[in-house]
């Protein structure tokens, strides 16, 4: 049992990393390139994005410490279960979005099962048989298995979407707590968003409850890892703190009561977001640019989504995380302490 739970730790330690890795380009410098007309630059930053599988894949090996061949295979067959990739038309390659993270996950898992089971075995032919056999076999497997696994997301979706039916203010915090869950979860902020279209009231309180769980994780983060691994909680993906939500669920809940306060002001101010813009926090300034693509560029508009998408969740997050910490004393440090900085920390290592 405890080897299972090291070996799940190791998983979701690489899936949080791959993510980040992956998303935060584009996440940090994608709006800002297109605020200076660079369609070239743009394209570039949304590449790491159709390569969030594959970077799933490779982080997952190196926490498992795989060797080249095993460790590009894993990489490949990754990327496979994903769903990303669409087939070969007239020889071009056609990638369709990023992928499904949790059947890529799913993959990873039963090619590293393969890899345990095959990879010594096959000796001086593990080069030209593994990396086939893993694409034909992990393949085939996760193809069947992609829709059941997409079912989770849309039933997640269905629950969400029940919220959108009550009034204004309870919806916006309930929506803004359970987007807080689904953030630090292997499912997909974005994609539960563009499924149940969630637009509107409903949008801007899911993006401030996601931005209001990233910036009190960073805050409760900053301590054990330092600033900048805090800053990739809410310019990346608070993600990475997946694996320790799953060993301590208690350390996620300053963020939602973060967000649950900070959603308040949603309905008050008439904040709003589209489906694309609901699913992503802070980073990239998606959430307040959603809001004034819809109500315009005048001063009160910009007002509103300075204060309710960032100032509000800000400021709320510092509260929450110094009551939870220091007062009610529900959290502490090592909770949010990343495995990187854990290691380092029992070989004697000093973490600024």
Known sequence: MKRFKENLFKVLNGMSI?????????????????????PLLSTLLSFPVTLLCLT???????????????????????????????????GAIMLQ??????????????TLILIHYLGDRLKAYKLLILPGLAVMVVGTITSFTAGPVGAVTQFIGMVVETFTTLQPLPMSVLI???????????????????????????SAAANVGVTATAMTLAVLNYRSNGLGTAMAHFLGSPKIQMANFIKAPIMIVPGLAAGAVSAIFVPLFNAV???????FGVS??????GHLGLTGYDPYNIFVA????????????????FLFRNVFKLVHDEQYMLELFLKKQKQGGRTK
């Open 284 to 289: 990239g300034a998606i959430g307040p640019l």
């Open 97 to 110: 979005g990023s992928g499904d993270v949790l059947n890529a996950t799913l993959g990873a898992v039963l």
């Open 56 to 90: 799933i894949g490779v982080c997952i090996g190196l926490q498992f410490k795989l060797d080249p061949i095993s460790l590009c295979t894993l990489a490949i067959a990754t990327m496979l279960s994903g769903g990303a990739f669409q087939g070969i038309v007239d």
């Open 306 to 321: 300075i204060f309710v998408f960032i100032a509000v969740p800000a400021v709320v997050s510092f509260i929450m995380a």
């Open 176 to 202: 803004a707590i359970s987007f807080g869950l689904i953030v630090v979860s292997p499912l997909s902020t974005v994609a539960v968003a563009l499924l149940i279209q969630l637009s509107g009231i409903g």
């Open 273 to 279: 977001g589209t489906p694309m813009s609901a699913g």
């Open 18 to 38: 791959g993510i980040v890795v992956a998303l935060t380009p584009s996440a940090i410098f994608g709006n800002i390139i297109g605020a200076f007309d660079a």
